[in-house]
């Protein structure tokens, strides 16, 4: 075994939690498809996609260093949301809740020294900033424009996508 089984635990544990972001944001992206906002329909089902190759990311590791899984149940998603605003909140929150549970584990391989594992983790902990932004700045777009404006929304995306 390559690795501790206090950080094998908080491996299952976070692919659980990978595979819940993964069907948040289907739920976002279904509010999104909805209120017929394509653009940000297509944000969170392809930030879905994301969780879940993180979580298989995070399964292949795993299994590559203690052969084993222990998958956590997975809680239901949120599957209303009052506003595009709330939505994008609630996506926000999360990436902020994932940044924590990353730190977590960098602790666990850091006090294991486990520089294999601090590796493989640095890149979870690179991609959350990117990711907090992102929902960060969509956020801010959101509340700029208001729920009688998301078309504005719609038209910063495109701008984006063209880029």
């Given at each position: 075994?390559?690795i501790s089984?206090?950080l094998?635990?908080?491996?299952?544990t976070?692919?659980?939690?990978e595979?819940?972001?993964y069907?948040?944001?289907l739920s976002?992206?279904?509010?999104f498809?909805?209120?017929?906002?394509t653009?940000?329909?297509?944000?969170?089902?392809e930030?879905?996609?994301?969780?879940n190759?993180?979580?298989?990311?995070f399964?292949h590791?795993l299994?590559d260093?203690q052969?084993?899984?222990n998958?956590?149940?997975?809680?239901?998603?949120?599957?209303?949301?009052?506003?595009?605003?709330e939505?994008?909140?609630?996506a926000?929150n999360w990436e902020?809740e994932v940044?924590?549970?990353?730190?977590?584990?960098m602790?666990?391989a850091?006090?294991?020294?486990?520089?294999?594992?601090q590796?493989?983790?640095q890149?979870?902990?690179?991609?959350q900033?990117e990711?907090?932004?992102?929902m960060?700045?969509?956020l801010?777009v959101?509340?700029r424009?208001?729920d009688?404006?998301l078309l504005?929304v719609?038209a910063?995306?495109?701008?984006?996508?063209?880029k």
């Open positions: 075994m390559l089984p206090k094998a635990a908080a491996l299952n976070q692919i659980g939690n595979l819940g972001a069907l948040q944001y976002i992206a279904a509010h498809h909805t209120a017929k906002l653009l940000l329909e297509k944000l969170f089902f930030q879905a996609a994301e969780e190759a993180h979580a298989l990311k399964v590791y299994l260093t052969g084993g899984l998958l956590p149940p997975i809680a239901a998603p949120q599957t209303t949301f009052a506003s595009a605003e939505a994008t909140r609630a926000l902020t940044t924590g549970q990353i730190k977590a584990l602790d666990i850091v006090a294991d020294n486990d520089y294999l594992s590796d493989f983790l890149w979870y902990i690179n991609e900033l990711e907090i932004n992102k960060d700045r969509l801010e959101i509340r424009a208001g009688r404006n504005m719609e910063y995306l495109a701008h984006l996508e063209v």
